[in-house]
């Protein structure tokens, strides 16, 4: 089965400071992708970071990137210079190449303190 | 730059009530979903739709229904509902299986009381 383990369940960060998120994930599958995603209070899903499984090369996105381990199947998100903003709940998700469904982890609730 | 568009946002149904859940989107996107969370955990799939017309259940379609006549819209049927249908309700669309990326609308809170 494909799963999503996310073992943080809550995570805390100094403004300004250099917060990583774990994730790991099951599959048997060779051709699949990762991401992660933010939901602010207002419960919208907005994509962070996508990662190929097939690339080694780590993905980044502004002051978000990714260490992608596929061997140890761990997917961590680091968020340098955190800000008041990034507070919100992330998730990590995975999808298998042509399957329609995405699988979630239970999520890490991230806070900013200023 | 309106993306995925759900109504309502909020909902109260009485146990056995039926109701409909709008999803629209303006981006031409041939793949739709319908995803609910449930408190303190991720999202889980539905139905799916792969253009107009077609339409696929996910992990946890029992007690829901969809429909996909236009590439615009995919609304999700509630029939009886349930305590148990409670959740965040999620409707995301993807332009192709290549891409791999889904956009999500902004949810729409059901509770059956």
């Known amino acids: 089965a494909q799963t999503v383990t996310q073992s943080q369940p809550e995570m805390s960060v100094q403004e300004a400071e250099t917060v990583t998120l774990s994730c790991t994930y099951d599959t048997s599958e060779s051709d699949y992708y990762l991401f992660w995603y933010k939901q602010p209070p207002s419960r919208q899903m907005i994509l962070v970071i996508r990662?190929?499984?097939?690339?080694?090369q780590n993905a980044t996105e502004n002051r978000f990137s990714v260490n992608f381990q596929k061997a140890a199947k761990s997917f961590s998100l680091k968020i340098s210079d955190s800000q008041l903003g990034d507070a919100a709940m992330y998730f990590c998700a995975y999808k298998v190449q042509g399957a329609q469904k995405l699988v979630f982890g239970q999520g890490t609730r991230l806070t900013i303190n200023p | 730059n309106a993306g995925v568009t759900q109504t309502p946002k909020f909902r109260i149904l009485k146990i056995g009530q039926s109701m409909t859940l709008q999803c629209a989107q303006d981006m031409n996107h041939n793949y739709m979903y319908w995803y609910r969370q449930d408190p303190g955990m991720g999202l889980k799939l539905i139905y799916y739709?792969?253009?107009?017309?077609?339409?696929d259940k996910g992990e946890v379609p029992n007690g829901y229904n969809v429909s996909r006549s236009t590439t615009e819209d995919f609304p999700l049927r509630l029939e009886l509902a349930a305590p148990s249908q409670t959740s965040v309700y999620f409707c995301?669309?993807?332009?192709?299986?290549?891409?791999?990326?889904?956009?999500f609308g902004a949810g729409t809170r059901l509770s059956v009381l």
């Open positions: 990662q190929e499984a097939y690339k080694q």
């Open positions: 739709s792969v253009g107009a017309g077609i339409t």
């Open positions: 995301a669309s993807s332009p192709d299986r290549t891409k791999n990326i889904q956009y």
